[in-house]
């Protein structure tokens, strides 16, 4: 693998290559995220865009998928819970959040409080 020289100092190299990058994607996007897990994640991003002036794009719910597989993968399963969802969802979509005088964080946790599991 090629190394990459950063401001003239550091050395990086890469920790993967492009088929193992590629390999992880696809193991990552074939975890199951069942009908009702996807529609959880479309409720969590839809209070946030009634909740704030700007709220979780339809981009930001699909990013909050890929990261629940890959949550899921690292917990050892092949399907998403939503505890995957609720654990990840702070770190994907707060950052995506303007609400005035609250903070995407605590948007998020209001989000994961106030909608329902089902």
């Known amino acids: 693998m090629q190394q990459y020289i950063l401001h003239g100092e550091t050395e990086l190299s890469p920790v993967v290559d492009l088929d193992e990058l590629r390999h992880a994607r696809a193991t990552s996007a074939a ?10 994640i479309t ?3 839809a209070y946030t865009r009634e909740h704030a002036e700007l709220g979780v794009s339809p981009r930001g719910s699909i990013e909050l998928l890929r990261t629940s597989q890959a949550r899921a993968i690292l917990d050892g399963r092949g399907y998403v819970v939503p505890d995957d969802v ?20 605590r948007l998020v946790a209001e989000a994961l409080d106030d909608v329902p599991v089902e």
């Open 31 to 40: 975890i199951t995220a069942e009908p009702p897990v996807r529609e959880y």
């Open 43 to 45: 409720r969590l991003a």
């Open 86 to 105: 609720q654990r990840e969802a702070p770190a994907v979509f707060a950052h995506r959040i303007i609400a005035g005088d609250r903070d995407g964080v």
